[in-house]
């Protein structure tokens, strides 16, 4: 008896029909434990007592506790009385375990699941995300989404086990052929399929690439202005980061003296100022990456819109020394949440991606998304949603120049450009202040981004950059005019 | 008329009748340059006989001649003639851009797309890709496929502009808090939905974790025998690995002098060996960690399926310093062509991980696949889903045990065991050899393992890698047969 007095009273919570006793029992002994009820060191009852308190067998609760102390929540041998464990710390006390039981859902989560049903189909009542002058984003509401929706039920009532399993970790066999097609004849890009690396998009390329050469304190030549996404990859590496100007003919090419590891570029038409690299120009670039020894990164970033000229051929297309990584994605020109991009890597080079990929992330997104990508490409929608693309872009272009003519003569000038989905533009003022203006226009509701923002060196001219692609021509036309009103002002 | 008698002879492909006269001559000479028909230098017919020749307006001509000499193709001026540009090197010859053409398909795309189609569904006349014992896959033949294609379909049906834009760098933020909630009932984990970051799978995870801790030179302590994946995500970063032995409780501690810069295991069920770590040889663990000011990586690989015992709650909850990293993924209990995952750091870190994320792909895999699967864990089916394929595994897992027990006695002995889709096994004879058994069965069908290729050190016994999960009973059966038969031979 004496042995007892010690022994706690144990309250356990009741038992549903459907749990075994045993389980039932090890569940809520364990719960106690973590949960503090039980303190540790403190002596549980006598097993014959729990027995006929809860109405079970001694076997049970023998066997329960068995197994609680095979996972140390319990100890003690027949005979001496069996104790919560002594090496719990408190630490344990607010840990609690419940394996049994069907999730509860948060606050957060039951809103969720409360509007998810409700949501409303593309196009209808949604309203914009985006404001003029908003860069970097496509018209995502002119987007096929049924489209797609009918190809990615159709993948899916197809699938097979093979497509469960996944894809190489190169990506998936039929897409790398049809980015290589692709590229090959509207990039002049040379390459095999096998060359293609299938990505989550252009930051994936450049993680990948930086890490095949790029060590803490290495050089890495880089456009300036040019793309903060870019330069942030480079940084995060402990890259020392080499500005390259940029003129009218692109960027210049790096002195032998700067010795990079790395070459950074947008030859097909420079981020943020918009201009296209000249052959000659491309070619000197080629010659000098070729006497250093270097690679260079061609990131042809939005080249699937131009509004006037004709492509020059990817610098990919005219090295023939095995040194450029060349660099595009479909999250623009399809969708931003789609993740999905490609990397074309010189031939000598597919082993060591391979290698660095399966290690990082053995395959790139999801097979279905890839697959029903290729159906798009190879049943001709991506090449009418393009051209489809090209002429809504073209016409928003045209409302951007028309209103900077006929409104902003004198106050601001675009740059000479040919593609993409945004343009720089010249302060022509003196004193203006790009950011300042940035500012004054947010509360016009007008979104700009200063070019100065992008530049490792300040610019010698203050100047902007103007989305147009994301908002129908009216809402350009409200924000040239709100911009007219503010460049109007005197400089305060 | 002697300016004119060094001019070549110009015979250009046919317009098409779409084409304007101005694209189809910039277009055609661009061609003729680029694939070396006009050579570097040479000098192009006069801009009237060009214009009499095809019929075309002399504005025509000189409107493509300047467009080609602005992107660096041709040079001149008026009057002295117009030549192909002389720097214009060899190397430029062999390339092909013909941007206004349809994309022409490989060979291999057009098988591809030939038989996409006719596609059979899943499991009806698909073959099974695994033989017994494959190890890490799970029963994809049982994956409610037609399902996920309704849930697919139906949000695709709902898709908003946003949902198109994408989703933060953490992941799609009803997810997070699924996911946070689904281990925090079923896991014992402690978290918020911020600290929950959705990744492609454990390899991002642990990529993500190493980046933010290993420099090349750094000590890692790693379990050993354990998980090559891991091995060699710490392996590229340059780090050196420090094994550390498993015994009946786990893995041991590392000691204090090896001052390791992370610590990576397997707590749930330790890979490949299958055990759970005990309660006190976590918090024991989880003391020297504190001591050393060292954070723990825990992979919590496969914890959903355990056949016995009760699980312990995870190394995350245990934690009160913001040591442990937990990470665990969708890939092998769903289908691994998901490349959906989680890592749960400390509340701390958050900020840091979201900077580095951010970086290198910006965003995790398509949305509407995160959508998919929160709708999938949110209405119930994953928890279904779970249950039903625990019950299946523990049936093959019983065919294999009792097949062991039958026919392998003497020869094979199963380790103890909890969770997973694969256990350890010992050879018990003397003179084994797990490497060249392997060898042997590959000739009978029959896929193992040997266990010394997971280990850095040499193991003490031989053993194999027995997976149960991925094939029916049947073929488990027969592949214990062949492995009796084998194992009843002579070594030679």
Not at 13 to 25: D, I, K, S, V
Not at 352 to 371: D, M, W
Not at 389 to 405: D, F, K, S
Not at 478 to 489: F, G, K, M, S, T
Request: with cysteine; charged share 25%; aromatic share 6%.
């Amino acid at each position: 008896m004496a042995r007892r007095t010690d022994s706690i009273a144990l309250v356990l919570p009741t038992r549903a029909p459907e749990e075994t006793a045993g389980r039932w029992l090890t569940r809520t002994l364990r719960a106690e434990v973590l949960e503090g009820r039980l303190r540790t060191g403190s002596r549980l009852p006598a097993t014959r007592d729990l027995a006929a308190q809860y109405g079970l067998s001694r076997g049970t609760i023998v066997n329960a506790f068995e197994e609680l102390k095979a996972e140390g929540y319990l100890q003690g041998a027949v005979g001496s009385g069996t104790r919560v464990s002594a090496v719990l710390p408190d630490d344990l006390l607010a840990v609690r375990v419940s394996p049994g039981t069907a999730p509860r859902q948060s606050p957060v989560l039951r809103r969720y699941t409360a509007t998810a049903r409700r949501a409303r189909p593309l196009g209808t009542l949604d309203p914009l995300p985006a404001r003029a002058f908003r860069a970097n984003q496509p018209a995502l509401d002119l987007f096929p989404t049924s489209l797609w929706a009918q190809l990615s039920a159709r993948r899916w009532r197809r699938a097979s086990v093979a497509d469960l399993l996944g894809t190489p970790a190169l990506g998936f066999a039929p897409l790398r052929e049809a980015v290589a097609d692709y590229l090959r004849q509207s990039r002049g890009v040379r390459c095999q399929a096998e060359q293609v690396v299938i990505v989550s998009g252009v930051q994936e390329s450049l993680a990948l690439t930086a890490q095949l050469f790029v060590e803490p304190g290495d050089a890495v030549a880089f456009e300036d202005p040019g793309y903060l996404g870019a330069r942030r990859v480079f940084e995060t590496l402990g890259a020392r980061l080499c500005p390259l100007s940029v003129d009218a003919e692109g960027m210049r090419p790096p002195s032998r003296r700067l010795a990079p590891r790395l070459i950074y570029c947008t030859p097909a038409h420079q981020f943020p100022l918009g201009l296209a690299m000249s052959l000659p120009r491309r070619l000197a670039l080629l010659a000098r990456a070729r006497s250093l020894a270097c690679p260079i990164f061609e990131d042809d970033y939005d080249s699937e819109y131009r509004y006037s000229g004709r492509p020059l051929p990817a610098l990919q297309g005219l090295d023939q020394h095995g040194l450029v990584y060349f660099a595009g994605s479909f999250n623009k020109v399809l969708f931003p949440s789609l993740r999905l991009g490609y990397l074309v890597v010189p031939p000598d080079a597919v082993d060591r991606v391979h290698a660095l990929r399966s290690v990082a992330v053995r395959q790139p997104t999801s097979l279905v998304e890839q697959a029903v990508l290729t159906e798009f490409i190879v049943a001709g929608h991506f090449g009418r949603h393009l051209r489809r693309m090209r002429e809504t872009y073209a016409q928003r272009l045209g409302a951007l120049q028309e209103g900077v003519r006929r409104q902003l003569a004198g106050a601001l000038e675009l740059s000479p450009f040919e593609a993409g989905l945004q343009t720089a533009a010249w302060l022509l003022q003196p004193g203006s202040d790009a950011r300042r203006l940035v500012h004054q226009a947010a509360a016009r509701r007008v979104e700009l981004e200063a070019l100065d923002d992008y530049a490792l060196r300040p610019l010698e001219r203050q100047g902007l950059l103007l989305g147009f692609a994301a908002v129908p021509e009216a809402e350009t036309r409200r924000a040239v005019r709100e911009l007219a009103r503010l460049l109007e002002r005197e400089p305060d």
